[in-house]
């Protein structure tokens, strides 16, 4: 017996705990009308998880709860717990006896436990689920429920038919697979929604990422370049600057040989040949110096004038013009009168005399009248340039000064220059005999004077150098405020070219044009390097983490893709298992409908047949008129799934469908149907609820022998008046009800009670 124990408290009219033991195969519920004996029935679709309140006699959980009578008040809570047996582990728990108890409170909640622990429903309904027990399945049927299997539809009677063969738990297990694959793709679109959401903010992240490699890879490339170009300057300057130093020793030290040598020589010919006409020499000598360097200071000094005079007779040029463009007056004829008498009166002064100076004068009074008269009218609209004519000929007489100066000097170098010679002719020729010392003066001086010119030419070269090197320690500044301070440790950088190193001698001897070609493109380099910008760890860090992101999202889309095409395969799988099973649980139940109603009625035929729901199609037909129009055409929905009909011929009787079989017919019928759908999947109990009510006699008989052959495979509850099912049962419950409306119970065993009878 998998069906052990059945406990009620509050529910409906059971205002007090009751129990009832099922210790036999068939255990019968008796009791007069409105006794609450269908309570029983009900109270086992309420423990097994029915939620059709409809189908337990109420609209609402308060209404199975105990009402109250004038004698016992009401209940808060109405429960029902049924003990089933597990010693087979029929039940997927590792347990020899489960409890399942339901509990509904005022309030609506409820609350179901097995064994004690609080579960879910949906826990509760995959565990009886197991053992092919549901809370309205077909191994319950209630009171005038036994002509539902026959009234129900195709679709309803399809779904009656899976419960029994036991595919409720495939189906579970479909609902749960599409309820999963429902939310998958709705995570799906979520995570596809949050890459659409990211995906402008990566793409703007890409592109500064990018900018900033190309801003690292320039970098790097500037840092080569950088180091060769330092390297090859630094090489060049040290080796130039070393020769030029070695190079300068001998000629400066040539210069000090010289020079005392010509102070010797010097003062040896003053020794020797000592007289006014050589000092006079050498004063000319040093006379002549000094008025050249005059002479060529004063030069500069008049270029640097003839530079102020352009730029300022540019000015004034500029200024005039502006004042000529602005306006351009008319003279009142009145003023020019005035002008003209003046001008012929200065005139008639002068002609009056034949003095040179009175005309001169008169001449100065007519220019000045002019100028006075010119300056008077453009007063308001020409420009004043006094300041910058002032200049202009403070600078004129400055040039003329400057002019005469040079010219003066000119006057004197040449004077001197002349005496010199002439000098230097007379000592030649007074003493010849003093030649040799005199010329090695002279060699002595033009020696000194090349070496001269060595040292200021290697001097020259020396301060360009200096430059060079100057504006090499700049661009090494430079270089590490850009770099680093690896830019500085370009010295140990080895130049390459043509996969050979270069050498010293090469970069040294290299054409200087080269160097500043190479300087020239590594300022273009600065310039992009400074347009691209520098590098931004922000920038690379929240790219990283938005790129980890979208990675992340893109394999959860993957992820939960392979489990759409998982669950779309489950699915399949189960559907095709479902449909497997419930064609090939269709012919047995078919085979034992057939047997059951031939048994039932003495003959006949019965059979189950698959079949899809019609729908209407709009279909064009001619009329008798020969008009073309439309008809309503009943055809088979193809997308639809089957359906269950029941075809169905009573012996000596042509009847054609359900709807013209009579009460007692379609009782018998729908009996026949509930006991083969039980023959072919045993469900461990049955609950019958006055299945029996319009069966006569005979058929009562028939009845009970069926129901003797059903109780050797699945336990039987009755709930019955007919005394023939009640002489078939082991266990006899009876149900009364007092004056205050509670149920109770009356139990009988009737093993029991014949031992007691004999």
């Keep these: 017996m998998y069906l052990k124990h059945l406990s009620v408290s509050g529910f409906k009219s059971f205002a007090k705990k009751s129990e009832l033991e099922f210790s036999a195969p068939i255990t019968a519920i008796v009791g007069p009308n409105g006794s609450g004996k269908s309570n029983v029935a009900e109270s086992f679709r ?5 939620q059709s309140f409809k189908s337990m006699r109420g609209k609402k959980g308060e209404d199975l709860i105990w009402g109250g009578s004038h004698s016992t008040s009401r209940g808060n809570k109405a429960s029902v717990s049924v003990t089933l047996d597990n010693t087979k582990r029929v039940f997927p728990m590792d347990f020899d006896e489960i409890a399942v108890e339901r509990t509904v409170y005022r309030d609506g909640q409820n609350e179901y436990t097995i064994n004690g622990s609080k579960v879910r429903l949906k826990d509760v309904q995959e565990l009886l689920a197991a053992a092919n027990i549901g809370p309205s399945g077909h191994h319950i049927i209630s009171q005038g429920e036994a002509d539902r299997i026959l009234s129900a539809t195709a679709k309803d009677r399809r779904e009656m038919i899976e419960d029994a063969l036991g595919l409720k738990v495939y189906q579970f297990k479909k609902q749960e697979a599409e309820k999963k694959l429902k ?25 500064q990422v990018k900018k900033i490699e190309r801003s690292i890879a320039l970098k790097t ?4 370049f950088y180091a060769e170009y330092l390297k090859r300057e630094d090489t060049y300057i040290a080796h130039h600057s070393d020769r030029l130093k070695s190079e300068r020793e001998v000629p400066a030290k040539r210069v000090a ?11 040896t010919l003053a020794a020797e040949a000592h007289d006014e006409k050589t000092d006079e020499l050498l004063s000319l000598e040093t006379k002549l110096t000094t008025v050249r360097q005059e002479r060529q200071q004063v030069l500069r000094k008049s270029g640097q004038l003839e530079g102020q005079q352009t730029y300022v007779e540019r000015r004034v040029k500029e200024l005039k013009q502006q004042a000529q463009s602005e306006s351009d007056a008319p003279v009142p004829i009145g003023d020019v009168r005035d002008l003209v008498a003046a001008i012929e009166k200065e005139v008639r002064s002068a002609e009056a005399s034949d003095e040179p100076s009175k005309l001169k004068r008169a001449l100065q009074g007519v220019v000045h009248t002019c100028g006075a008269f010119m300056k008077r009218l453009s007063k308001s609209t020409l420009v004043d340039t006094t300041k910058e004519e002032n200049e202009l000929a403070d600078i004129e007489k400055q040039l003329v000064a400057a002019a005469k100066e040079v010219e003066a000097l ?32 002279f060699e002595l001086s033009g020696e000194l004077r090349e ?10 070269e020396l301060r360009g150098l200096e430059r060079d090197r100057d504006e090499f320690k700049r661009e090494l500044q430079e270089a590490v405020s850009l770099l680093g301070r690896e830019a500085s440790q370009y010295f140990s950088f080895e130049i390459v070219d043509g996969g050979e190193s270069v050498t010293t001698k090469a970069i040294v001897t290299e054409d200087r044009g080269k160097q500043r070609e190479r300087r020239h493109e590594l300022e273009k380099m600065k310039i992009r390097l400074e347009e691209l910008g520098g590098v931004n760890e922000d920038i690379e860090k929240e790219y990283k983490e938005v790129k980890e992101r979208d990675e992340f999202l893109v394999q959860e889309i993957t992820d939960l893709e392979a489990s759409v095409e998982k669950l779309e395969e489950l699915i399949a799988e189960l559907t095709t298992q479902l449909n497997e099973r419930f064609v090939a649980g269709i012919d047995k139940i078919g085979v034992e409908f057939n047997r059951f109603f031939t048994l039932m009625f003495g003959g006949g035929e019965a059979k189950l047949v698959r079949a899809k729901p019609k729908v209407k199609q709009k279909k064009k037909d001619i009329n008798e008129f020969g008009e073309e129009i439309e008809v309503d055409e009943e055809v088979e929905d193809e997308a639809a799934q089957e359906g269950i009909e029941l075809d169905v011929k009573l012996p000596n009787k042509k009847v054609k469908g359900l709807d013209m079989l009579s009460g007692g017919e379609r009782a018998l019928t729908s009996i026949a149907l509930i006991f083969a759908m039980s023959q072919v999947n045993p469900p461990l109990f049955i609950i019958l609820d006055e299945t029996d009510a319009a069966l006569d006699e005979a058929n009562s008989r028939r009845y009970g022998d069926m129901i003797e052959a059903l109780a050797e495979k699945s336990q039987l509850i009755l709930i019955t008046h007919n005394r023939e099912t009640m002489s078939r049962a082991g266990i006899l419950y009876g149900v009364t009800m007092g004056a205050d409306g509670v149920s109770k119970l009356l139990s009988v065993k009737f093993d029991e009670a014949l031992a007691v009878a004999k």
Excluded at 221 to 224: D, G, K, Q, V
Excluded at 257 to 267: D, G, N, R, W
Excluded at 413 to 419: D, F, G, Q, R, V
Excluded at 451 to 460: F, K
């Design 410 to 441: 000119a006057k004197q170098e040449t004077s001197l220059t002349a005496k010199y010679n002439d000098l230097k002719q007379a000592i030649e020729a007074e003493h010849a005999e003093n030649r040799e010392a005199e010329r090695r003066v």
């Design 46 to 50: 309420f423990v097994l998880g029915e």
């Design 183 to 207: 939310k998958t793709n709705e995570n799906i679109e979520r995570v596809q929604s949050l890459r659409r959401e990211v995906a402008p903010h990566l793409k703007f992240l890409e592109r």
């Design 221 to 224: 490339e500037l840092t080569t």
């Design 451 to 460: 070496c001269e010119n060595e040292l200021q030419r290697i001097d020259a």
């Design 257 to 267: 040989e010289l020079q005392a040598e010509l102070t010797e020589a010097k003062e």
